[in-house]
């Protein structure tokens, strides 16, 4: 490599909390890092809600590579007591409430319209909902800690494969230009792709049956959930666990409302379109502005009728359609990470998982392995990472065939919880080598869920969605199907619709 260069060991290319965390696992054990970012810290982004994988991963994280400065992130609890400075909020579970009737929601004494899933049993234990500003600057503060150079406001001019195991990274900051030279380069952009755009991967995203796409920001003075729920008579006892305090779905036949709240009352709310019925090159969230939510949805309205967009960001976004794929996740020389590859929708919350999922993975190939002798384990990663995304896109697309009918929401959900809590079960055990997310590479689960997805596409297909002894047929074969892999009592609550454990931890 060029003596004009600056070398690494490893470039990684964007500073989120998973390109940082990979940075400090690789430097804590002797490689030289380089993180590149063109953006800076404090910055705000989406992608806010943790699961019990998540935590399950993040304490392997900590646990195998001694990152004593995370561990208090792993729970509620303790990341409040530790760090009161880094804004989180409390997730015991998700809650679902459905809108779709022709008189929306109705509390009623069997929960017809009402789905708690809960994932903990105490606040203390909880699952968290981050605010990623003051998350993803910690994660690079610990990063800089480890001795991870950090190049944030850092404009890339061009990436020049030199030769295998030789890349060339010119980059523009207040100090000038420079020239970075690595063996390896990880993407750890997300949407922007910056590599992959660079290296011309091809763009697959029309694979998935998910279509949607979304309208958010962050929001203070919302009347609480709990409040509006006993205004309308819910049985409050029976939950098992304070509404807000979990991740929040509002469900309509058009769509979704996501709500996380955080300890400080700020909270993230977004409207998630369905866009299954939508030949347009411009999104649905493209075309309509927030007034236009609330205009549609007249209880969004009444809920949010104090609310005022909080002055960071002090805006609304909007995006395009939310999927996308990469044909491929890695190459002899350079990894994407997951939600570089790809992103779903953030039905069930997979996101974060899943980047600590790669993280986690990417670090034991770059670690364990030579540059000459790794190409085998990186393309056996980028073919499972395939498999999670398609798998997540099965899980997801059912729900939105379910937003027309809340029992086969209800069931089609129940089949996220079966494989997620397999997954962690499947994680625990496996000694050798990583399992991919959500036990993706497992034959017998891809079977189960796409044994399920066929036959829900031929009851839509065929115009039977709305035939109520299909739809209750079908959900009977939803539960015998996933009942060798419910680990968690799922279609079985003590009080209907409401599940005051799930985690298998």
Same mark, same amino acid.
Request: glycine share 8%; with cysteine; hydrophobic share 40%.
């Given at each position: ?23 400090? +696992? ?147 900051? /207040? ?68 509404? /807000? ?14 709500? +996380? ?94 980047? +600590?999922?790669?993280? /986690? ?110 739809? /209750? ?33």
């Amino acid at each position: 490599m060029s003596s004009q260069s600056k070398v690494f060991d490893v470039i990684i290319l964007g500073a989120g909390f998973a390109g940082s965390l990979l940075g400090t +696992l690789l430097s804590k054990r002797g490689m030289s890092i380089a993180v590149v970012d063109r953006d800076k810290h404090p910055r705000f982004t989406i992608g806010e809600s943790s699961t019990p994988a998540a935590d399950f991963l993040l304490q392997h994280i900590v646990t195998q590579f001694g990152i004593e400065e995370l561990q208090p992130l792993v729970r509620f609890g303790s990341w409040r007591k530790t760090h009161p400075e880094i804004l989180c909020g409390c997730k015991r579970g998700f809650s679902y409430f459905d809108h779709g009737r022709s008189g929306g929601f109705e509390a009623t004494s069997n929960h017809r319209d009402e789905l708690l899933v809960a994932a903990s049993v105490s606040n203390e234990v909880a699952d968290t909902q981050w605010y990623r500003a003051d998350v993803d600057q910690f994660f690079a503060d610990v990063a800089r800690k480890y001795g991870v150079t950090m190049m944030e406001q850092t404009e890339i001019e061009s990436i020049r494969r030199a030769a295998p195991n030789d890349w060339r990274v010119n980059i523009q900051s /207040e100090q000038g230009t420079s020239q970075l030279a690595a063996p390896m380069i990880v993407d750890a952009t997300g949407s922007g792709r910056c590599l992959a755009k660079r290296l011309g991967i091809q763009d697959i995203s029309d694979r998935f049956m998910t279509k949607s796409s979304a309208i958010y920001s962050h929001w203070e003075n919302l009347t609480p959930l709990t409040d509006w729920l006993a205004a309308r008579g819910a049985a409050l006892n029976d939950y098992p666990y304070r509404a /807000e305090d979990s991740a929040v779905h509002h469900l309509f036949r058009d769509g979704w409302l996501w709500h +996380l709240q955080f300890a400080n009352g700020r909270t993230s709310v977004g409207f998630v379109f369905d866009e299954s019925e939508s030949d347009r090159d411009v999104s649905i969230a493209q075309q309509t502005d927030w007034q236009g939510v609330l205009r549609d949805h007249p209880v969004i309205n009444e809920w949010m009728s104090d609310a005022n967009i909080c002055a960071f960001p002090g805006k609304v976004f909007r995006t395009p359609r939310l999927q996308r794929l990469a044909s491929v996740a890695a190459g002899e020389d350079w990894v994407a990470m997951p939600f570089t590859t790809g992103f779903i929708d953030p039905m069930h919350s997979t996101g974060i998982a899943h980047s +600590l999922s790669g993280v /986690e993975r990417i670090a034991q190939i770059l670690l364990n392995e030579t540059n000459e002798s790794r190409g085998d384990s990186l393309r056996h990663y980028s073919d499972t990472v395939l498999q999670e995304f398609e798998t997540i896109d099965r899980l997801v697309w059912g729900c939105y065939v379910g937003l027309r009918d809340f029992r086969l929401f209800n069931a089609w959900s129940m089949i996220y919880f079966a494989v997620v809590t397999t997954y962690e079960r499947l994680f625990s055990q496996s000694a050798d080598r990583p399992t991919g997310f959500l036990g993706a590479d497992q034959t017998d689960i891809r079977d189960r869920v796409g044994g399920l997805t066929d036959e829900l596409r031929s009851i839509q297909a065929s115009d039977r969605i709305k035939d109520h002894s299909v739809i /209750e047929s079908f959900i009977e074969t939803i539960r015998m199907t996933i009942q060798p892999i419910n680990q968690v009592g799922l279609f079985d609550p003590p009080i209907q619709n409401m599940y005051h454990r799930t985690a298998a931890k």
